[in-house]
């Protein structure tokens, strides 16, 4: 004789179905998972764009403002060089003016003097032309001179101060 149970086949088909009947509701809750965690990743995406952004505008403020203090920079650096210049250039100037005043003979003055750059303009009388002479020679033995001579007319005799004779002299010294 040959048994056949029955009954188990129907259990098995009964568990088979139970478990086909939650797969659709396990497949629903998977896609709703994915869907509200696809979401929350797309709002923390949103965010941080939006806090990247505003750090952005900063950075950039602070570029606008880092260039200006760099523009300042360079001003400042200009006039400090150029005080620096002014600084060397108003002793040297000093130091000329002094040299010119102490290497004035007896009997002469001076009427002008002027500086531009490596030249200097000088105009003055005296009573007589050896003075002049060795005014121009003494100017010529200063180190910072490179050649002293007379500019235009050069010496002039006039008889216009009480019957006094006064040479009149124009020189342009050039510097080193």
Known sequence: MIEINLLEGLKSKKIESHRTEGAPWMFLGVVVGVIVAMIIIT?????????????????????REVAKIQAKLGEVRLMIKTIKHLEKDRFLSVKILKDCGDSIPNGLWLTYLSENKN??????EAFTAEAVAMYMNNLGSLSYVKRVSFAGSGLVKNNSYKNTTV??????????
């Open 119 to 124: 030249r200097l303009s000088i105009m003055g």
């Open 167 to 176: 040479y009149s002299f124009n020189l342009i010294v050039e510097l080193k």
């Open 43 to 63: 709002i923390y995406t949103a965010v941080s764009v939006k806090s990247l952004e505003a750090k952005k505008a900063q950075l950039v403020n602070i570029q």
